[in-house]
């Protein structure tokens, strides 16, 4: 760690490693931490801690771990990995991580679960010991091993429970919960962590830079590099750490300790953080985030606008949504100064990514796709295939990271149980939901294709649309790793076939919202955004609308 001693530091402060001495302990993840050892040592059975990508549930786990370890009368067993390809594999390594020793293959679940038994009764009642099992990564749990689970937490004394489990998992996993509700009512605690706050981020960093430090003296960042932090990394722990990473990188090659705005900027260009480039980091931030230009303008002079509200933290950016809190609403100066900045901002977009809107609007798939896409014959795009609705939308390949949860959401406009079901039934190789290689097609069926009622029309802003559903899919993805925004609207008409326009999430009731909305926008993105109205002849919808 040579490296660091020119800033004065022991340690590296931002290793992306759960390292449990670096945890901090803000006020929700150190209240999340005392609940689980309180239910631990309470012997409640069930507890479950939910939170995004990268919000610190590893690192609690780490800390949760290292605590109990002083207590010998505490066994905790640690499961980093629950991808196991089914339940009676899932119950295979149980029965070592117990017994020490692997079951012989041809050994029936039921067997190995009477193993269970006999051995949780023997070590808790008999040795008195305090067993644990910790899972992390437990979105990938499937509904069988969740039985499985639910089953060993039915082994009990009259007073508690033979063994606590503790569950850290993404938000999918409380869907997969709620498919398996008798376990669901077992949950003694469930803890939901969330990104950090722009203080708890400023504090985040300084504690670490402290622990690292050899004395009182370490590397400074000042507010404004902090506040620029925060609007980045939205608060994410890991996301705050790889930035920081990278800017300690660039103080000790700049033999300066003085972290500034300017030095983290400078590291932002250079460095691109979990995006798939620049131009689509600029395309949310500039127009997406502020999907109409003087939306901004029209929120801060007209603050009572009841439909425009809920779209507030989706249409503006952080950067301006801290300019606009800081101006007196409704003032002539306020919409001035935000009109201003928001137009400056959209010319830089305009000059650097002139192409960009017009690729959304591409029939050609795109090289950037992991694979070639898989079209089903169903969907060709003969013109004798296009008078008969389609039984399938396509089969795509899901980039990493990507799951199905979240292609439902983008494909059919919402999840649900039941069109979790349809897609697995027509998918027999996917063995569980959350695990799914991203080599393996997933075919969409074309659920629930109907029109929309003349007397009742519906109205959306269009950006794009495609032909082919891996385009589309690969478009809205990297749309949505910033803001959850953009949804596909799978169409099918009797003269054009099949097509996937790219939408705003947000549907309107009436035209005059929709172009309220629309004249609002630069007349340079006026051009590239359209008004389409539902009952078109001889068209299908498929997914919420």
């Given at each position: 760690?040579?490296?660091?001693?020119?800033?004065?530091?022991?340690?590296?402060?931002?290793?992306?490693?759960?390292?449990?001495?670096?945890?901090?302990?803000?006020?929700?993840?150190?209240?999340?931490?005392?609940?689980?050892?309180?239910?631990?040592?309470?012997?409640?059975?069930?507890?479950?801690?939910?939170?995004?990508?990268?919000?610190?549930?590893?690192?609690?786990?780490?800390?949760?771990?290292?605590?109990?370890?002083?207590?010998?009368?505490?066994?905790?067993?640690?499961?980093?990995?629950?991808?196991?390809?089914?339940?009676?594999?899932?119950?295979?390594?149980?029965?070592?991580?117990?017994?020490?020793?692997?079951?012989?293959?041809?050994?029936?679940?039921?067997?190995?679960?009477?193993?269970?038994?006999?051995?949780?009764?023997?070590?808790?009642?008999?040795?008195?010991?305090?067993?644990?099992?910790?899972?992390?990564?437990?979105?990938?749990?499937?509904?069988?091993?969740?039985?499985?689970?639910?089953?060993?937490?039915?082994?009990?004394?009259?007073?508690?429970?033979?063994?606590?489990?503790?569950?850290?998992?993404?938000?999918?996993?409380?869907?997969?919960?709620?498919?398996?509700?008798?376990?669901?009512?077992?949950?003694?605690?469930?803890?939901?962590?969330?990104?950090?706050?722009?203080?708890?981020?400023?504090?985040?960093?300084?504690?670490?830079?402290?622990?690292?430090?050899?004395?009182?003296?370490?590397?400074?960042?000042?507010?404004?590099?902090?506040?620029?932090?925060?609007?980045?990394?939205?608060?994410?722990?890991?996301?705050?750490?790889?930035?920081?990473?990278?800017?300690?990188?660039?103080?000790?090659?700049?033999?300066?300790?003085?972290?500034?705005?300017?030095?983290?900027?400078?590291?932002?260009?250079?460095?691109?953080?979990?995006?798939?480039?620049?131009?689509?980091?600029?395309?949310?931030?500039?127009?997406?985030?502020?999907?109409?230009?003087?939306?901004?303008?029209?929120?801060?002079?007209?603050?009572?606008?009841?439909?425009?509200?809920?779209?507030?933290?989706?249409?503006?950016t952080e950067e301006i949504q801290d300019h606009i809190s800081y101006e007196p609403k409704g003032t002539t100066a306020a919409v001035n100064r935000t009109t201003e900045l928001i137009e400056r901002k959209f010319s830089?977009?305009?000059?650097?990514?002139?192409?960009?809107?017009?690729?959304?609007?591409?029939?050609?798939?795109?090289?950037?796709?992991?694979?070639?896409?898989?079209?089903?014959?169903?969907?060709?795009?003969?013109?004798?295939?296009?008078?008969?609705?389609?039984?399938?939308?396509?089969?795509?390949?899901?980039?990493?990271?990507?799951?199905?949860?979240?292609?439902?959401?983008?494909?059919?406009?919402?999840?649900?149980?039941?069109?979790?079901?349809?897609?697995?039934?027509?998918?027999?190789?996917?063995?569980?939901?959350?695990?799914?290689?991203?080599?393996?097609?997933?075919?969409?069926?074309?659920?629930?294709?109907?029109?929309?009622?003349?007397?009742?029309?519906?109205?959306?802003?269009?950006?794009?649309?495609?032909?082919?559903?891996?385009?589309?899919?690969?478009?809205?993805?990297?749309?949505?790793?910033?803001?959850?925004?953009?949804?596909?609207?799978?169409?099918?008409?009797?003269?054009?076939?099949?097509?996937?326009?790219?939408?705003?999430?947000?549907?309107?009731?009436?035209?005059?919202?929709?172009?309220?909305?629309?004249?609002?926008?630069?007349?340079?993105?006026?051009?590239?955004?359209?008004?389409?109205?539902?009952?078109?002849?001889?068209?299908?919808?498929?997914?919420?609308?």
């Open positions: 760690m040579n490296y660091y001693k020119s800033l004065k530091l022991d340690i590296e402060p931002f290793s992306n490693s759960p390292d449990p001495e670096l945890f901090f302990p803000s006020k929700q993840h150190a209240q999340a931490l005392q609940w689980l050892e309180i239910g631990i040592r309470l012997k409640r059975g069930l507890h479950v801690l939910i939170g995004d990508i990268g919000t610190g549930k590893t690192t609690i786990c780490r800390k949760l771990l290292q605590g109990l370890a002083p207590d010998e009368s505490v066994k905790a067993m640690l499961i980093l990995d629950p991808g196991f390809s089914s339940a009676k594999s899932f119950l295979q390594e149980l029965h070592f991580l117990f017994t020490s020793r692997h079951p012989h293959p041809d050994r029936d679940p039921r067997d190995l679960k009477e193993i269970l038994k006999s051995v949780l009764f023997k070590r808790t009642v008999d040795r008195n010991e305090l067993l644990v099992l910790v899972i992390d990564e437990g979105q990938k749990l499937s509904e069988e091993m969740l039985e499985v689970l639910r089953e060993l937490l039915n082994y009990e004394t009259n007073k508690e429970k033979l063994l606590q489990i503790i569950i850290f998992g993404q938000k999918e996993l409380t869907e997969t919960l709620n498919c398996v509700p008798n376990l669901k009512d077992r949950i003694n605690k469930l803890l939901v962590i969330t990104p950090l706050t722009k203080e708890e981020t400023a504090e985040f960093i300084q504690f670490r830079l402290r622990r690292a430090a050899t004395g009182p003296e370490y590397p400074h960042f000042s507010k404004r590099a902090l506040s620029t932090i925060f609007r980045v990394t939205k608060g994410y722990p890991r996301r705050i750490v790889t930035l920081c990473h990278h800017v300690i990188l660039r103080l000790t090659t700049a033999q300066t300790t003085n972290a500034t705005t300017r030095l983290v900027k400078s590291v932002l260009k250079e460095n691109s953080f979990g995006s798939s480039g620049r131009e689509w980091l600029q395309y949310l931030q500039l127009t997406t985030a502020a999907v109409l230009l003087a939306c901004a303008v029209y929120i801060v002079a007209v603050p009572r606008t009841n439909f425009l509200a809920p779209l507030r933290s989706l249409l503006l830089e977009f305009l000059e650097n990514s002139s192409s960009f809107l017009a690729s959304l609007t591409s029939e050609t798939p795109s090289s950037a796709l992991t694979s070639q896409p898989i079209v089903s014959d169903e969907i060709s795009s003969g013109t004798q295939q296009r008078a008969v609705p389609p039984n399938v939308l396509g089969a795509v390949q899901l980039a990493e990271g990507y799951t199905l949860n979240k292609l439902l959401t983008d494909v059919y406009g919402e999840y649900s149980t039941h069109l979790l079901h349809e897609v697995l039934r027509m998918n027999p190789q996917i063995s569980h939901s959350s695990v799914i290689s991203s080599s393996t097609p997933v075919l969409l069926p074309a659920l629930n294709m109907h029109p929309v009622s003349n007397e009742n029309p519906k109205y959306w802003l269009e950006i794009g649309r495609e032909r082919d559903l891996s385009q589309a899919i690969l478009n809205v993805t990297n749309i949505n790793k910033f803001y959850a925004t953009f949804r596909i609207l799978p169409v099918w008409n009797a003269e054009s076939g099949l097509y996937f326009p790219i939408i705003l999430r947000t549907i309107f009731s009436n035209r005059e919202e929709a172009e309220k909305i629309l004249q609002m926008l630069p007349h340079s993105m006026q051009n590239e955004i359209t008004i389409v109205e539902s009952p078109l002849i001889d068209t299908l919808y498929c997914g919420k609308i």
